[in-house]
């Protein structure tokens, strides 16, 4: 099968499209023919090396896959050839405390396809039964791939661990990234007010459409200056982190009395300073959130299929050209999702 992998860490310049055996099955598994397979930034992280993390070179990325189920193991009996499926893209032991009681991400063998198993960005790819989804015809495979990760983890984030309620205060960053997308759309469902960054015009208008109430353009203002007027000094009650430092130290400033600050992601950097003493006197919760559990990703898919909640796609790049399509990403060009067509 074709595929796009890197043999060693490093730059965009490392992923090469070329051919690799065709994955085998178990009982258990189903191989899927994908159609479809979005980026994320992980696959950015995995590619320019994580300390300490493990991953099978030559490595192929993509955690997000929709398809048709292209085989079946002999013990599979819920699916047959030629169904509409997606991967969910969290690996799950499915028997120990974590995962019987949905906290799979908590699983100590829990694995991120496309990160420490062998992901999308390839012709086909495999997954135990438990993983495979059955889509509907309601959006194309494209639209479909869109949706897993960034989804469960807004999900996971806001409802979950942020507990969000009607009429608070929630700022989200980066509202043009994959998961400032889906987090936008979540928390505007759950009848937040919704404050969100993004930079430039083009974008601050798609923030809107998808339902922020304000958006604050952080590349011309304050954004700790922008929310305290906006929330009459009170500052947000929810802040949907992922950037790391550029940001760590100006949310502190945005959080209002007894504020949450739910963090998932690093995109500028691992390491953060922080003044420990308004952390305990403005009685701060800071809370750690890492993917979600397959029944949050069914929550999702059904809210998906009623129309509540949209995949939305920035760009779509034939295979070949996943680099390009990663160096997209790394230059912040995209409002949503960039998949890729297989």
Request: aromatic share 8%.
């Amino acid at each position: 099968m074709k595929a796009v992998v890197f043999r060693e860490n490093g730059g965009v310049d490392k992923l090469i499209y070329t051919d690799m055996e065709k994955p085998t099955i178990s009982p258990y598994e189903v191989l899927v023919k994908v159609h479809a397979s979005a980026l994320n930034h992980l696959d950015i992280w995995v590619r320019q090396g994580l300390p300490g993390a493990e991953i099978p070179m030559p490595h192929i990325s993509g955690s997000d896959v929709a398809g048709e189920v292209a085989e079946v193991g002999m013990e599979v009996k819920k699916f047959k050839v030629g169904d509409k499926v997606l991967i969910a893209p969290g690996v799950r032991c499915r028997k120990c405390v974590y995962c019987t009681t949905n906290r799979d991400s908590m699983c100590d063998s829990f694995k991120i396809m496309g990160f420490q198993v062998q992901g999308g960005y390839a012709e086909y790819a495999r997954a135990h039964v438990d993983n495979i989804i059955p889509i509907s015809q309601k959006y194309s495979f494209e639209e479909w791939a869109a949706i897993p990760l960034v989804f469960v983890t807004a999900w996971h984030m806001l409802i979950t661990q942020g507990q969000i309620k009607p009429g608070e205060n929630v700022l989200i960053h980066a509202a043009g990234s994959g998961i400032g997308s889906a987090a936008v759309q979540i928390a505007r469902l759950a009848g937040t007010r919704v404050i969100a960054t993004a930079r430039g015009s083009e974008k601050i208008e798609k923030a809107k459409r998808l339902g922020a109430d304000e958006v604050i353009d952080y590349s011309q203002e304050n954004y700790v200056e922008k929310v305290k007027l906006l929330t009459n000094g009170k500052g947000v009650d929810v802040i949907f982190e992922h950037i790391g430092p550029d940001t760590w130290e100006k949310n502190l400033q945005c959080l209002a009395k007894g504020g949450r600050m739910v963090v998932c992601g690093a995109t500028s950097g691992p390491k953060i300073t922080m003044e420990i003493r308004l952390l305990f006197m403005r009685h701060y919760s800071i809370i750690g959130c890492y993917m979600g559990s397959k029944k949050e990703l069914l929550d999702v898919l059904n809210l998906v299929e009623m129309g509540r909640l949209k995949p939305v796609i920035d760009s779509i790049f034939p295979l070949k050209d996943a680099a390009a399509a990663q160096q997209r990403m790394l230059n912040r060009e995209n409002f949503g999702k960039i998949v890729l067509k297989v």
